[in-house]
């Protein structure tokens, strides 16, 4: 008997302890669970069952299983039956619904949300049936918000290390390589460089250096980056929290590949749970000799240090991550050479995004050719998205790649909010475009985004509507991306602080016509010449708001018109004479005294005073407040 | 070593393997511009002028950066470099006073040249706000005045690579970027110890030296070795109509490189002071043949003399003689210095063990 299957054989005995003829609730409690106030849930659910000693469940927390516009959730598992949710729960909701299944065996609840399996049970349909869950593909968020990520035995009862002892007890390094590079797997992080290439790249150098020098205290290193610094983004963040050792185990298997003797977990330090759980998942491993010394009893040998990042955006790009490291500012530096010929401390290293790693365990298990038939011919798996913004259902959300924008959007997502209409959909976080309505049933995979001249990133995804000024979302990516430049190369430092100056007056009124030539050859100028990726896809926002709405621009400067009704500098508050009724609730309501008039009679706003606040819009009851 | 293969604007040629594609241009004799790369620093790829075209290669690599490899063919001009060469330059200059008659780098600025050589010609297509800071002039002997600097990172560079003081680095981000000592406190409260080695690096008038705003350009420069001490560096000493104006260290100079302490990079003021002593003194007493316990301290007896060396080393000899016979040997001591040579030290042992029989001896490096 191997190692690994003693390891398993007591996990499964573990869980099995654990839940002979228990129930299990479990509550949501990644970070966005504990901000929808998913604490007093637990405590309802541990309270009702204090007070009700018949029922005989454990409550346990959970990661996040992605449907935050339902949070808090509560889900319960009785053994023979399938686990039920329901979101969004109060805490007397909690009470009530534990009573009405445990002790009177009523399912269905005006917040039932979803059989978490395949079949309906009691009247509550399967996920299979929500529109939100139907369409996704889950591999990745696998175990997210099904497994307790603090406890391995569950990690491992689910295939968990499976992949690692495949990998370490019946495979050669080389071949794991190309078994990588036979998925086809992808970086999960931004760029989109094949995971098996980069592993070969540093599993010769590493050779090389193991040829030449005998007296190093490392050869190779593993990174994962952990920093998820774009602005709206949790995708990592859940995948951390919800599953931390499937990030573990990628890294392993990968320092395995290419030879590599220690790993860094570089996270940002505003993710405490997630570096909490990763502490303890870490802790977990070691014991288990799945870390540390002769991993399952063979000669592999690979530890991982986590390291807390320091705030800052550059730091997610990976010269810029390796100086942090090193205890240095963290600037990025020009390649080659690569950090798989020279990375941290000069020693090759490979960068690998979390979720990239988190695949890693499921290609190793499954093998290639499994993991790979989801996908497109070179976007090979499935890909997470944080989908945010005027969407019906917002959350996180795993899909196979190459589904369209529209069904992510309109099935998923549920469509836009309030009856108001789809305008752009922004892929790729602050450094990537904004696509148009033309272009819903574009497939989401690397080379259809590039070509329309978004990216991929790794993986915000945000919805705008109608509502939205296009000028005014370029011009706060760039406030975004100029407040975060390292300040290194000049056309980064300077040309996006250009950019963002003239957005910035075209919003204002100020604009001019020349002004739209000077950003289009800023652009350009530094996407080619800044250092790194931040500069180089700092112009996409700008590039593809004036390639789709490029109308938009010249209302704003040709006739002083903000056709969303959005930039202040450019709109008009009215009254319109037919529908006011002289009711006084707006001029009581605006703060500088702008609008004028008497009971019953028709009201007038001096634009003068009027500072567009907005807020006689929204009391009006008639509607009468028109914004042109 | 094998040498690399390279061709270079059709130009072929073979460099060491290590070398950059700038590396190689230079020994090409292909100019490409430059304002962030030093070839005694490590590449840092800040300022994006030194762009070229490499075959195979995607975008526009920095030369500075780029590490030569065999077959490389290599062009350093086309449309799309100078495009974005120029874009390069009008943004730095926009965020730049543009004060050169006033500027201490005037016609030795680096900035100037390159822009000069790029091109900008006419309005710059950019303006917008530009950073201004107090000038800095808390050194004893340079000024900060960061409203000139590009942040090509060379001074930061040089004083943790050549000097190693880690005295100053790069502080905030994006436009507000700046070069700053730990806490953003003025220079001298930081570990900075005036080697001056960023002032002579800074491609612009953002680091100069005190002395710099007195005069205009020097008319002559005299290479020389530095007196303090026994390293032997070697200097350039500048001077406009026969005075010393600055001094700055010679790049030529295998001993140091260009480098230098402070001592040789600022401590040359004493050449013209008025109160130097070029002259042999000796109290006037001694002249006349007075004994010390004779005369009025207060009296012209006591005031320095001038004399002639003969004269003051025969008082010397005599003294120390006297004084050797009346309470000992041991009673005299020797101190000798790192700006004597080692024939002098060795000189001075022999006078102390051998003529005056002491073991009383020791140099001034070791206080
Ligand atoms: C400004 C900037 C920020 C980045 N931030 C992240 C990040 O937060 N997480 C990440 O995985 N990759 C980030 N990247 C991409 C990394 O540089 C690197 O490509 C990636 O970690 C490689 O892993 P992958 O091949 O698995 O995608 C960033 C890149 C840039 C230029
Ligand atoms: S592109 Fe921007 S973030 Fe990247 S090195 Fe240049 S200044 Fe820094
Ligand atoms: S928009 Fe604000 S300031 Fe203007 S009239 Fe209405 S309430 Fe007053
Ligand atoms: S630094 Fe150079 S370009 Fe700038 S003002 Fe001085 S001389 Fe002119
Ligand atoms: S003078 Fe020398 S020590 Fe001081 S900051 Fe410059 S390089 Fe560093
Ligand atoms: S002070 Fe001079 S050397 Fe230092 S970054 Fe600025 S321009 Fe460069
Ligand atoms: S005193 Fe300083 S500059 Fe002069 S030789 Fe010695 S080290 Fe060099
Ligand atoms: S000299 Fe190469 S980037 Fe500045």
Known sequence: MSNYTAIRKWADEEVSAQRADKARIAIGLGTCGIAAGGNAILEAAERTLANNTEINADVVSVGCIGICYKEPLLDIEIPGQPRLSYGPVTPGETKKILENVFLHNIYEHKKSLAVIGDDAFAEIPSWNEIPFFAPQERTVLRNCGFIDPEKIEDYIANDGYAGLSRALLDMTPEAVVQETLDAGLRGRGGAGFPAGRKWTIAADNIRALKESKSDLPSYGYVICNADEGDPGAFMNRSVLEGDPHSVIEGMIIAGYAIGADFGYIYCRAEYPLAIDRLKLALEQAREKNLLGENILGTDFSFDIKLKEGAGAFVCGEETSLIASIEGNRGMPMPRPPYPAQSGLWGIPTIINNVETLNNIPVVLSQGAKSWAEKGTEKSKGTKTFALTGKVQNTGLIEVELGMSLRKVIYDIGGGIPDGKEFKAAQTGGPSGGCLPKEMLDLTIDYEALAEAGSIMGSGGLVIMDESTCMVDVARYFLTFTQSESCGKCVPCRLGTKRMLEILTRITARHGKIEDLDALEELAPSIRDSSLCGLGQSAPNPVLTTLKYFREEYEAHILEGRCPAGQCKALITYEIDPDDCTGCMVCLRACPTEAITGARREIHVIDPELCTRCDTCRQVCKFDAVLVA | ?367
């Not at chain 2, 490899?69 to 200059?93: E, H, P, V």
């Open chain 2, 1 to 367: 070593m094998t040498n690399l293969k390279i061709t270079i604007d059709n130009k072929k040629i073979e460099v060491p393997e290590g070398s950059t594609v700038l590396d190689a241009a230079r020994a090409a004799n292909v100019y490409i511009p430059t304002l962030c790369d030093d070839p005694l620093l490590e590449p840092f790829g800040a300022c994006r002028l030194c762009i070229v075209e490499i075959e195979g290669y995607r975008g526009l690599p920095t030369a500075c950066s780029t590490p030569a490899a065999d077959g490389m063919q290599i062009r350093t001009s086309s449309a799309m470099i100078a495009t974005n060469r120029k874009t390069s330059m009008n943004l730095l200059l926009s965020d730049h006073p543009l004060d050169c008659q006033h500027c201490v780098s005037n016609m030795r600025c680096d900035l100037q040249y390159v822009a000069a050589y790029v091109g900008v010609r006419g309005k710059n297509p950019y303006q917008g706000e530009r950073r201004t800071y107090e000038l800095d002039e808390s050194n004893a002997f340079y000024n900060r005045n960061l409203d000139m600097c590009i942040l090509c990172g060379k001074c930061v560079r040089a004083c943790d690579e050549i000097q190693g003081r880690q005295a100053i680095s790069f502080g905030y981000r994006g436009f507000s970027t700046k070069i700053t000592a730990p806490f953003d406190l003025p220079i001298w409260d930081s570990s900075c110890e005036s080697c001056g080695r960023c002032v002579d690096m800074c491609p612009t008038g953002a680091l100069y030296d005190k002395t710099e705003l007195k005069h205009g350009l020097p008319t002559g420069e005299t290479k020389t070795i530095c007196p303090y001490c026994g390293v032997g560096c070697g200097l350039i000493v500048e001077t406009r109509n026969g005075e010393i104006i600055g001094v700055r260290g010679d790049g030529e100079s295998t001993v140091n490189e260009g480098h230098t302490c402070v001592k040789g990079r600022y401590g040359w003021e004493y050449v013209q002071h008025p109160d130097r002593v070029k002259k042999p003194l000796v109290r006037k007493y001694l002249l006349e043949g007075k004994k010390k316990s004779e005369i009025d301290r207060d009296s012209s007896d006591w005031d320095w003399a001038e004399t002639s060396w003969d004269v003051a080393l025969d008082i010397t000899a005599s003294n120390l003689a006297q004084i050797r016979d009346r309470h000992g040997a041991d009673s005299i001591g020797f101190m000798t210095s790192a700006k004597c040579l080692n024939e002098e030290n060795y000189l001075m042992n022999k006078l102390a063990r051998q003529v005056i029989g002491t073991n009383n001896i020791d140099h001034c490096a070791r206080l």
